[in-house]
């Protein structure tokens, strides 16, 4: 179950974010509830995040969202098209069925000038055309389904036009039809459903199961699973009724691997203890190299995360003496002098519900706090602190370095986007422990 997780919320989570409907084209089904979905086209967010806005559990305030489902089973490959980006961040993470992310379009690796590039599915026999002989134009997938998800550096809400005008000039298409240079149309095919339901094994089996026959696992991976199918985890949907005893153990399995699953990130590391900010999420490679339980983990509560030479996601759930966050406490974050997070691109601090790992309505709607925040005010000796409590603070400068919680408990995730590689090496502290201010205290 723990190996097979990942392929579960992929299944939800396109079920959930794959457009219903397109401006041009309508429904993709007879009827808004249908199981119909668009495929093989962008949908953008036109505003930054605001709570209640998001599918994804700890998304980011900095980056206006691109999404796309790709499917590659037609076997033609497609090619997507990205204008020049100008002197902005960005990066279209590319990630298999198994949630492995596996390619990186964008500043990092590319450069700002856009451009396009060819994704093929496992397999694939076609002949590259000479565009995309260049280094990292040609992007073969693990998978033939594909989350694509981009994000676009957005510094203000004065700079949305000029984000969404980059994002509508993304594209999706065919790579017949980018070599006749014309128009690709979104492709129409149905998911999984159900996942408005409760929680039940038998469902599980039957998303996973579907998951497996269009996605199989790599030759390694399929050795170890193969025997799994008697127990009904198998991309063979006619498989027998299973046996009670069968049954009685996934429902004892399904209660165990829910509340390992919903363990705090820092606990995955069981030789350190962690006090306040956890180590990178993910491994060094960007794969997870077999460690399922991490990859389940970070699956069902950070799915989407980009490979750490991308952007590092630290994250906080408890202070300096090691006890949870919450807004009955006021805190402080301290980055000595010259000891900002090293970045190339930027680095912020967001602000979640520690119930969901959503982000919090505050009344001066500000949910981050990094180095693009206007009217940051630095210590006399150059320091930053951050001030982190429920309570406005009553002095001005605390005031413009405030970073609202909620009346309860709360979740910190720093991002440093295209880190130093100091970071990446663990050579640097990215943060400082969150301490408590004791007088604060209520």
């Known amino acids: 179950m723990v190996w ?6 992929m299944q939800r989570m396109r079920a959930a974010t794959a457009p219903r409907r397109t401006q041009a084209d309508g429904f993709a089904g007879d009827d808004p509830k249908s199981p119909w979905r668009w495929f093989n086209t962008f949908s953008h967010a036109r505003q930054r995040l605001r709570p209640g806005g998001s599918r994804v559990v700890l998304p980011n305030n900095d980056t206006l969202y691109s999404n796309a489902w790709l499917d590659l089973t037609d076997n033609q490959g497609l090619v997507i098209d990205l204008p020049e980006m100008g002197d ?60 694509l998800i981009g994000r676009l550096l957005v510094d203000n809400d004065e700079d ?3 984000v ?23 492709m129409r095919a149905a998911v999984a459903q159900g996942f ?22 790599e030759p390694q991976e399929a050795l170890l699973t193969k025997p799994w199918q008697a127990l009904g985890l198998g991309p063979d949907s006619a498989a027998p009724p299973l046996r ?28 350190q203890a962690h006090r306040g900010w956890a180590p990178s999420i993910m491994p060094l490679s960007g794969r997870f190299d077999g460690d399922f339980l991490r990859r389940a983990v970070i699956a069902r509560q950070a799915i989407g995360a980009v490979a750490p030479q991308e952007a590092l996601y630290l994250r906080c759930e408890s202070d300096s003496d090691g006890q949870a966050l919450n807004g009955q406490h006021a805190y402080q974050i301290r980055f000595a002098p010259g000891q900002l997070p090293p970045v190339q691109a930027f680095w912020s601090i967001t602000m979640y519900d520690a119930t969901d790992g959503m982000l919090v309505a505050n009344p001066i709607d500000r949910f981050s706090i990094g180095d693009r925040t206007p009217g940051l005010q630095p210590d006399e000796d150059g320091a930053l602190t951050l001030y982190l409590q429920h309570q406005e603070p009553a002095s ?20 440093a986007y295209l880190p130093h590689p100091s970071l990446v090496e663990g050579l ?3 943060a400082p422990p969150v301490r408590c201010i004791e007088t604060a205290r209520r």
């Open 4 to 9: 097979a997780w990942p392929l579960y919320e």
């Open 88 to 147: 902005r961040y960005h990066v279209l993470g590319l990630m298999d069925f198994y949630t492995n992310p596996f390619a990186h379009l964008g500043t990092r690796l590319h450069g700002n000038g856009g451009g396009s590039f060819l994704i093929t599915p496992p397999g694939w026999q076609g002949s590259v055309p000479e565009p995309f002989e260049q280094a990292g134009r040609h992007v073969p997938a693990p998978t033939p389904w594909v989350w």
């Open 160 to 162: 949305l036009p000029a």
């Open 164 to 186: 969404t005008a980059l994002q509508d000039r993304m594209l999706i298409r065919t790579l017949p039809d980018w070599l006749a240079d014309r128009p690709t149309g979104p």
């Open 196 to 217: 408005n339901q409760p929680f039940s094994w038998r469902h599980f089996l039957q998303v996973v199961g579907d998951a497996m026959a269009h996605c199989p696992p």
């Open 244 to 271: 009670p005893v069968i049954e009685s153990a996934w429902d004892e399995a399904t209660a165990e691997v829910l509340r390992m699953l919903d363990m705090p990130f820092d606990q995955l590391d069981s030789d």
């Open 396 to 415: 001005p400068a605390e005031r413009a370095n405030w970073l609202p919680s909620p009346a309860g408990g709360f979740t910190l995730c720093l991002r």
């Open 428 to 430: 640097f502290v990215l």
